[in-house]
């Protein structure tokens, strides 16, 4: 499986393809894998579905990624400018917006479908939801208070500096003060995966999935435990302040990459909703 990986990625770079072209390409057949296993799909049923991924994939190219672009390219001039706490805002309201949208979409053209799967088929859903919380305790849930909070900030810290570049010692440290207070709240979020799943296997055991589930998919916050929401909404504010704090202090050529990588996002974008 590595060996064949590592092909397919030198493949990719010999063909100059960037990393998110890559990605988006090959797409569909991720899609269609990832339904086979979480569904065992039958040969007519997985044609079918190729059938509906196709006409949403060619819809999210005509019309989504070019909204993308145009919000990476907006995102880079704000960030030349010295982008604001109220601009980290904007764009993390955009970028659920999107989501938003997209997950309509495909709740929409997936709803009658799902309607027709079997009993069979739905447990089968049920015990590999099982799974990937079992893998979801293992990943966020293992280890000390102080080993959690460790992973979050090696998580953190390499996310950043793959946007920007090496962080200074004073941004590091800016990183640990964040990751050691924010809440851990990945005991919520478990409650709240588990809560998304037993309503979903639900509307699909009442075949209600062609009216309630291109909302339910759309409006992933609705019906959230109170303190899941609060604590959520806590975390997200703090990241975002978190964030305003290192914009502040980025230098030179951490803003020239992060600039960069936008412009980056807005070129690929603009190339893949021309590839139709």
Known sequence: MRARLAAV???ALAAGCSAIEFAYNNAGTWLRWQAGSYLDL???????????????????????????????????????????????????DAVRH???????????????????LSSAQIAHLERRFDE???????QWLAGTIAERRERRFRRLVHTLEDW?????????????????????NAELRERERRRRQAELLAMLRARDSAARLAEWAAHWDAGRDPDFAAANQAATQALL????????????????????????????????????
């Open 42 to 92: 039958e040969e007519a049923q997985a044609q079918e579905f190729d059938g509906r991924l196709r006409v949403f994939l060619a819809w999210h190219r005509a019309e989504a990624l070019p909204l993308y672009a145009r919000l990476a390219e907006e995102a880079g001039a704000r960030l030349a400018r010295g982008a604001s706490r109220e601009d980290l805002v904007w764009g993390y």
């Open 241 to 276: 302040t978190l964030l305003a704090d290192l914009e502040r202090t980025l230098s030179p050529r951490q803003r020239t990459v992060a600039i960069a990588r936008l412009r980056e996002y807005a070129r690929d974008f603009d190339l893949l909703a021309a590839a139709r």
């Open 164 to 184: 920007v570049g090496e962080l200074s010692d004073a941004q590091r440290t800016r990183v640990r003060e964040y990751t050691g207070s924010a809440p851990l």
């Open 132 to 138: 990937e919380n079992r893998k979801f305790a293992e």
């Open 9 to 11: 990625c030198l493949v």
């Open 98 to 116: 999107q989501a938003r949208e997209s997950l309509r979409r495909a709740g929409a053209g997936l709803g009658d479908f799902l309607d027709r």
